[in-house]
């Protein structure tokens, strides 16, 4: 009942901003954190990636880039499949690679 209603709400996030997280082509921290905003990961990691807004919900800022980067790779492509990593799937189909690798970066060094 909780989980379905964080989705709902992120899905909605989702489909609002996908047009707008389009835009951001260059690799600036500015810029990859409006990517983070856009493609609603603050509505469950929190905005600084550190403050998930529940307790089911990992904290990922920080975090070794290269693990980020192999976790978010494996939840699009499948690969990873455990505990409530659908929630991901669905996310990160619409975040390209490119976009996951700008995101790692930056999540590292917050
Ligand atoms: C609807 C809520 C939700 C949204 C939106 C969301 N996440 Fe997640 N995220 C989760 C949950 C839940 C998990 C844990 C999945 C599991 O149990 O396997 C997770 C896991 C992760 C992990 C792996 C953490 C680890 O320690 O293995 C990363 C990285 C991550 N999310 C990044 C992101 C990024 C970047 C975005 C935006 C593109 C995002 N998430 C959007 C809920 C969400």
Redesign the pocket.
Known sequence: MKKSK??GR?SF??VATIAISSAYAENSDGNIASL?LA???A???GVDGRTPTTP???I?AG?NEG??YN??RD?KNGS?S????S??KG??SA?SEQEIRF??VW?AKQ
């Not at 455990?82 to 990593?85: A, F, G, L, R, V």
Request: hydrophobic share 45%; net charge positive; with cysteine.
């Open positions: 964080y989705i992120s996030l989702l983070y493609k609603a990961c509505g469950c990691h089911y919900y990992p990922i975090q693990y980020l976790q978010m939840f990873r455990n505990s409530m990593s929630v991901m996310i990160m975040v995101i790692s999540l």
